[in-house]
């Protein structure tokens, strides 16, 4: 199979999604021509709701762990923990399918905010397109966390992790750790590739998108630390 990853236009739809990872410049130039992202949308979303149906057994147990050791077990409260587990992991499921949209809206928008000080006006679809392209890192992190889950104990689970919190001691808590588990070199490489597509299909610079989005993202995992601690 021919790959040419320098195409200037007419990106397949495999060219466009191995040059997310190989040559981004090219397939944000290829999208600010014709900006299709459904494809690649529902292939993202598809992968993520693979690897949530794979794991979901552990994670099932391990909600239930969870939801054990802050209930009485009472034959009250049996049904409702049963009914309250099912719902979880349904919205874990549901949230793992959805994950990728929400995350292109908000992203969407924010380089459209910013957009509006930097580079020509460009229509919010092509910086949703640029969005879809710059998740796909986040697939790799899916792939890592749905194998860092079927090895490690269900009772465990809230210690999987793709950032620094690998570093950390198990059983670590604090903002120090917190913050950890938020630097995510997966999240960078997102937040690099959103800023290189933002500046790519409104013709202009990449450092005000990369100051907006890396000011947003370090905003975002200070707060979430904050709020776990």
Same mark, same amino acid.
């Given at each position: 199979?021919?790959?040419?990853?320098?195409?200037?236009?007419?990106?397949?739809?495999?060219?466009?999604?191995?040059?997310?990872?190989?040559?981004?410049?090219?397939?944000?130039?290829?999208?600010?021509?014709?900006?299709?992202?459904?494809?690649?949308?529902?292939?993202?979303?598809?992968?993520?709701?693979?690897?949530?149906?794979?794991?979901?057994?552990?994670?099932?147990?391990?909600?239930?762990?969870?939801?054990?050791?802050?209930?009485?077990?009472?034959?009250?409260?049996?049904?409702?923990?049963?009914?309250?587990?099912?719902?979880?992991?349904?919205?874990?499921?549901a949230g793992a399918a959805l994950s990728a949209v929400i995350f292109?809206?908000?992203?969407?928008?924010?380089?459209?905010?910013?957009?509006?000080?930097?580079?020509? =006006?460009?229509?919010?679809?092509? *910086?949703? &397109?640029?969005?879809?392209?710059?998740?796909? $890192?986040?697939?790799?992190?899916? @792939? +890592?966390?749905?194998?860092?889950?079927?090895?490690?104990?269900?009772?465990?689970?809230?210690e999987v992790s793709t950032g620094l919190y690998l570093l950390f =001691?198990?059983?670590?808590?604090? *903002?120090? &750790?917190?913050?950890?588990?938020?630097?995510? $070199?997966?999240?960078?490489?997102? @937040? +690099?590739?959103?800023?290189?597509?933002?500046?790519?299909?409104?013709?202009?610079?990449?450092?005000?998108?990369?100051?907006?989005?890396?000011?947003?993202?370090?905003?975002?995992?200070?707060?979430? &630390?904050?709020?776990?601690?």
């Amino acid at each position: 199979m021919n790959i040419d990853l320098e195409a200037s236009a007419n990106m397949s739809f495999l060219q466009r999604i191995i040059g997310a990872f190989l040559n981004p410049r090219a397939v944000f130039e290829d999208v600010a021509k014709k900006p299709s992202w459904l494809p690649v949308l529902i292939f993202t979303c598809m992968i993520n709701l693979v690897f949530s149906l794979l794991t979901i057994s552990k994670t099932k147990e391990f909600i239930q762990i969870a939801m054990q050791a802050q209930m009485q077990t009472t034959p009250e409260s049996a049904d409702f923990m049963a009914i309250a587990v099912k719902t979880a992991t349904i919205s874990v499921v549901a949230g793992a399918a959805l994950s990728a949209v929400i995350f292109c809206l908000i992203a969407a928008g924010l380089l459209k905010l910013c957009n509006m000080f930097s580079g020509e =006006p460009t229509p919010y679809r092509q *910086f949703f &397109a640029v969005s879809v392209y710059a998740y796909l $890192p986040m697939i790799v992190a899916s @792939v +890592l966390g749905c194998i860092l889950i079927s090895l490690t104990p269900a009772a465990n689970l809230e210690e999987v992790s793709t950032g620094l919190y690998l570093l950390f =001691p198990p059983g670590s808590t604090g *903002f120090a &750790a917190s913050l950890a588990r938020q630097i995510d $070199p997966f999240y960078l490489w997102t @937040v +690099l590739l959103l800023s290189m597509g933002g500046a790519a299909v409104s013709r202009g610079k990449t450092k005000p998108y990369a100051i907006l989005m890396f000011a947003i993202w370090a905003i975002f995992a200070v707060g979430s &630390a904050l709020l776990t601690t």
